[in-house]
Nanobody, 116 residues
Framework: QVQLVESGGGLVQPGGSLRLSCAASGRALSPNVMGWFRQVPGKQRELVATISRTGTTNYADSVKGRFTISRENAKNTVYLQMNSLKPEDTAVYFC??????????WGQGTQVTVSS
């Protein structure tokens, strides 16, 4: 009953910036944890960043210092500000909403391509 819609992906040059957004709908209660994952074809999906309802954040080592995750609980929306983008950041980025226990929902993904 939960739907996640991502937006903000696109093509950007190395060193550039993008901001991804993900809005969750279908449930009044805000998710306990929201996050971003990414996946390259043929590879396993990997964690990029997560944020709790109270604002606690975690980042993958590869993006720490360059990416910032944030959320607006009233809007059930999570954001990922991506700065100093590198070609290795190219992937499909997926939004995840975690409510309780194993009650997890995923968005359809948005493509991020970093290339000159």
């Amino acid at each position: 009953q939960v739907q996640l819609v991502e937006s903000g992906g696109g093509l950007v040059q190395p060193g550039g910036s993008l901001r991804l957004s993900c809005a969750a709908s279908g449930r009044a209660l805000s998710p306990n944890v929201m996050g971003w994952f990414r996946q390259v074809p043929g590879k396993q999906r990997e964690l990029v960043a997560t944020i709790s309802r109270t604002g606690t954040t975690n980042y993958a080592d590869s993006v720490k210092g360059r990416f910032t995750i944030s959320r607006e609980n009233a809007k059930n929306t999570v954001y990922l500000q991506m700065n100093s983008l590198k070609p290795e950041d190219t992937a499909v980025y997926f939004c995840r909403a975690h409510y309780e226990l194993r009650d997890v929902y995923w968005g359809q993904g948005t493509q991020v391509t970093v290339s000159s």
